[in-house]
C-alpha cells in the first residue's frame, strides 16, 4: 500500500467515524440504529477501490467499538460484514456482485424463522436484476444499500431472530429505507466526486485527481448513460 493509499485510507476512516455518531433510525428488534455511515461505507468503495474501502468500513466499526468500550465477540466480528461487503460492492465493478443475493436468499429460506417469512427475502431479486447494470450510479447505490441490507438481515436472523410476522411486517418499510439509502449513496457520492474533480485541478490538491471517476461526474453526459 503506498503513502497516497495510506492517507485516502485514514481520511475516510476519519470521516466515517464522524457519521458513525449520527444516528437516522432504530434498528427493528435492537437498541442499535442506522447512521449516516450506511452512506459513507459504500461511497469508500468507490473511492479507494473495493479492498481498502472495505478495510476503511472495518477500521471505523473497529475503532467505534474501542470508542465506545464495546465488547468484541464473535457475533460482533460478523456484524462488520455488511458496511465492508457494501463497500466492496459499490467498487467492483463486475456483474458476478449478483451472487450475493441469491446466497442470501438461500441463507434466509434455510432458516426455519425465515422460511415462514420467505417473502421478505424475495426482496433481493431487485438488486440482483440490478448488478447486472452496475455502470448506473444509481443502480449501482441501489445493489450497494442492498447489499449491506441483505447480509445484514442474514445475519440478524440467525443470531437475534425476530418472529416471521414482524419480518413480513417490515417490507414496506425496507422500500422506503433502502429508497433513501439509495438517494442517499447516490447524490453523496456524486456530489463529493464532482467536487473532487474540480478541486483536483488545483497545483496542491492534484494528488486528489486519481480519486476522481471521470464517468461520474455532473454532467449532461452524465445523465443521459451514467445516472
Not at 465477540?73 to 456484524?79: E, K, M, P, Q
Not at 447516490?186 to 488545483?202: C, V
Request: charged share 10%; glycine share 6%.
Amino acid at each position: 500500500m503506498n503513502r497516497q493509499k495510506i492517507f485516502f485510507v485514514i481520511l475516510f476512516t476519519l470521516i466515517g467515524l464522524l457519521a458513525f455518531q449520527i444516528s437516522i433510525s432504530k434498528i427493528v428488534g435492537s437498541s442499535q440504529s442506522f447512521t449516516l455511515f450506511e452512506l459513507m461505507a459504500p461511497i469508500g468503495g468507490m473511492f479507494l477501490g473495493p479492498i481498502f474501502g472495505a478495510i476503511s468500513a472495518f477500521c471505523v466499526r473497529l475503532i467505534n467499538i474501542a470508542f465506545h468500550h464495546q465488547t468484541l465477540d464473535l457475533v460482533t466480528v460478523i456484524r462488520f460484514l455488511p458496511a465492508m461487503l457494501a463497500a466492496a460492492y459499490f467498487g467492483l465493478k463486475t456483474k458476478k456482485t449478483a451472487i450475493i443475493f441469491p446466497i442470501c436468499i438461500a441463507l434466509f429460506i434455510l432458516n426455519p424463522i425465515g422460511r415462514q417469512a420467505w417473502l421478505y427475502a424475495m426482496i433481493w431479486l431487485i438488486p440482483f436484476v440490478a448488478s447486472f447494470f452496475k455502470k448506473r450510479l444509481v443502480l449501482n447505490s441501489l445493489g450497494a444499500t442492498f447489499t449491506a441490507h441483505a447480509v445484514g438481515s442474514t445475519i440478524f436472523l440467525y443470531t437475534i431472530g425476530l418472529t416471521p410476522q414482524i419480518w413480513l411486517a417490515l417490507i414496506p418499510t425496507v422500500f422506503i429505507e433502502r429508497g433513501v439509502f439509495t438517494l442517499g449513496i447516490w447524490m453523496s457520492y456524486l456530489a463529493m466526486n464532482t467536487i473532487l474533480d474540480k478541486i483536483s485541478g488545483l497545483e496542491k490538491v492534484g494528488i486528489l485527481k486519481q480519486l476522481v471517476n471521470k464517468d461520474y461526474v455532473l454532467s449532461l453526459s452524465f445523465f443521459k448513460s451514467r445516472a
